[in-house]
């Protein structure tokens, strides 16, 4: 499947003073601890967030608006936050189209938004668009002119009209994911959403609505059993009102075990918290997994890969990683790569470099042998000031 989202914009977004990133799908980026990857990755779950609740408590559950924006070194004033992001077509209703939002902040913490842009070309060639810009909104629509409030997003409000909620529908349904095995041993609340949290907390209410698709539940365990051996089954089962997972393992022709999920490992739940969140209903837009491999043996990592591939087909996949292992697939491709780093207290996301390209096109080396030789490298020319970075809004008159 092509991308769902071909690029994204950052502008004093954490510790990306100003980025733009384009994607392939899969897309694989690689950085050491500490390069920002995780940093980029909120910028998927914010703009998620930010579609379904209002932008103040968006900013509340990360600490404030204080602690998402950039604050470059030697400035008494950080700059305004903003994030943006160029669509590929979209299921046949959208051609192509852009979102993006700013927002600055004034005193006693708060903020407001300064400007809010969405364009979107239909597949009948048609183009529409909304331009909030200071108090002041403008759009393709004759008469549509909706309640502007400084601290809340417009998209999510004009989505009702049909040629934007293609737009709206894909961000909202983006998802970060990194699984905490130890929220899946737990007994948990049943949870009425089938949506899986970003740590797996309700994995065994996602999992009971999975079991009423028989041939997804079934796929879900042909790969557990690939990757954690003799495991046949996994199921939800109730304990009062609290729901748990049982696992099942099979061996010597009838001979079988069963285990909650509190004797299970880390890595065999981190996997089953993987297959959910791929597995899903509705599925994801877009799912960006954070260090998929970590806790996982080596030896398993390829069918890891088999499932991001496979989930390739149906939505956009982005993973963090800096595992070799996770690399080493003959079909990973240097345009499947993007490089995390960190300089002088700013993280840089970029392409590979020329040589390291070369290098995989050539096949002279893999991914995964590049990252072990500490070659795989980022294209500096990239990080220059004198580079001219993508705009967040386009001039729409």
């Known amino acids: 499947?092509?991308?769902?989202?071909?690029?994204?914009?950052?502008?004093?977004?954490?510790?990306?003073?100003?980025?733009?990133?384009?994607?392939?799908?899969?897309?694989?980026?690689v950085g050491k601890n500490g390069s920002g990857k995780s940093n980029f990755a909120d910028a998927f779950a914010f703009l998620g967030e930010a579609m379904a609740s209002p932008l103040q408590a968006v900013f509340d559950r990360r600490g404030g608006i204080s602690v998402v924006r950039n604050r470059p070194a030697g400035q008494s004033r950080p700059p305004n936050l903003g994030l943006g992001v160029i669509f590929n077509s979209l299921n046949g209703l959208m051609h192509s189209g852009r979102y993006a939002f700013e927002v600055k902040a004034i005193e006693n913490h708060g903020f407001e938004v300064v400007r809010e842009q969405c364009?979107?070309?239909?597949?009948?060639?048609?183009?529409?668009?909304?331009?909030r810009h200071i108090g002041q909104f403008k759009s393709s629509f004759d008469g549509f002119v909706p309640s502007l409030e400084p601290t809340l997003l417009v998209l999510?409000?004009?989505?009702?009209?049909?040629?934007?909620?293609?737009?709206?529908?894909?961000?909202?349904?983006?998802?970060?994911?990194?699984?905490?095995?130890?929220?899946?041993r737990d007994m948990q609340d049943p949870d009425g959403g089938i949506t899986l949290r970003s740590d797996g907390s309700n994995a065994a209410s996602v999992l009971q609505e999975i079991e009423r698709h028989p041939s997804e539940h079934?796929?879900?365990?042909?790969?557990?059993?690939?990757?954690?051996?003799?495991?046949?089954?996994?199921?939800?089962?109730?304990?009062?009102?609290?729901?748990?997972?049982k696992f099942t393992q099979e061996w010597g022709g009838k001979r079988k075990l069963s285990f909650e999920s509190y004797s299970m490992s880390d890595g065999t739940l981190r996997v089953l918290g993987l297959l959910l969140a791929v597995f899903q209903k509705p599925k994801p837009s877009l799912i960006l997994l954070e260090e998929p491999e970590s806790t996982i043996h080596p030896g398993a990592l390829g069918a890891v890969l088999d499932l991001i591939r496979h989930a390739g087909k149906f939505m956009q996949v982005i993973v963090t990683t800096h595992s070799p292992e996770l690399l080493d697939a003959e079909w990973i491709e240097d345009e499947n790569i993007r490089i995390a780093t960190w300089s002088s207290g700013q993280t840089h996301i970029s392409p590979l470099s020329a040589s390291s390209r070369q290098a995989l096109r050539t096949h002279l080396m893999g991914a995964g042998e590049l990252l072990r030789s500490n070659a795989l490298d980022a294209d500096w020319t990239l990080f220059d000031d004198k580079v001219e970075q993508a705009h967040l809004f386009e001039d729409l008159i």
């Not at 499947?1 to 980026?29: H, Q, Y």
């Not at 364009?119 to 331009?131: K, S």
């Not at 040629?163 to 709206?168: I, K």
């Open 156 to 184: 999510p409000v004009v989505a009702g009209e049909a040629r934007f909620a293609p737009a709206m529908k894909a961000l909202s349904s983006m998802r970060v994911y990194k699984i905490e095995p130890a929220k899946l």
């Open 218 to 245: 079934e796929r879900i365990e042909e790969i557990l059993a690939s990757i954690v051996p003799n495991t046949r089954n996994v199921q939800t089962v109730k304990h009062g009102n609290k729901l748990a997972l």
């Open 119 to 131: 364009v979107v070309v239909t597949a009948d060639g048609g183009r529409y668009w909304f331009d």
């Open 1 to 29: 499947m092509e991308a769902m989202i071909r690029r994204v914009i950052c502008k004093g977004f954490r510790s990306i003073p100003k980025g733009v990133v384009d994607f392939s799908n899969p897309t694989f980026l």
